[in-house]
């Protein structure tokens, strides 16, 4: 078993969709990013990444390329699932934070947790997200933008990995 921690902001600027967990939100401002910006899943992407040591997502989705320019951060994750299980890989559980002081995200969660499981091929009880704000307190608090942290727990079922030392 392996754990991987994530961690991802982006602004929040009108005249966006403000999509967050895979769920567009109702809300006059939009998360900035080259990709939906999606903050939520984000942070799953590179908590699952780094869980088994994959860098981040910036190093398998740049920046600047074409292929990623505005596309659905959903198929993204959906990608870093099939990372996963090429290399003997399957994801336990996500346990997430999405640190806003709006929109509120509560009635989404469950729509949220639904999307999240689909592209992990998990149940969508193995899949929390909780909200939280920033007591009006920074960028966050000032409404400036959104911010999320993500844990997972990974499982192989192949060999165990034996270090050299």
Not at 15 to 28: M, Q, R, T
Not at 55 to 80: A, M, N, Q, T, Y
Not at 84 to 94: A, F, H, M, P, Q
Request: include cysteine; aromatic fraction near 4%.
């Amino acid at each position: 078993m392996r754990v991987g921690m994530g961690y991802d902001v982006h602004p929040l600027v009108t005249g966006l969709p403000c999509v967050i967990g895979g769920v567009k939100i109702p809300h006059e401002k939009g998360l900035k990013g080259y990709s939906d910006g999606d903050v939520l899943l984000h942070a799953i992407s590179d908590a699952l990444l780094g869980a088994v040591g994959g860098g981040d997502i910036g190093r398998h989705f740049r920046e600047g390329d074409p292929r990623w320019k505005g596309i659905s951060s959903l198929k993204l994750l959906e990608r870093v699932s099939m990372m996963l299980s090429e290399k003997g890989y399957r994801t336990i559980n996500c346990d997430c934070v999405v640190i806003a002081e709006a929109p509120k995200i509560f009635p989404y969660v469950e729509q949220m947790q639904k999307k999240i499981a689909h592209a992990l091929a998990m149940r969508p009880e193995d899949v929390n997200v909780k909200a939280s704000t920033n007591e009006k307190i920074g960028f966050i608090g000032r409404e400036e933008g959104i911010a999320a942290q993500a844990v997972c727990l990974i499982h192989s079922s192949g060999p165990e990995h034996v270090s050299d030392d």
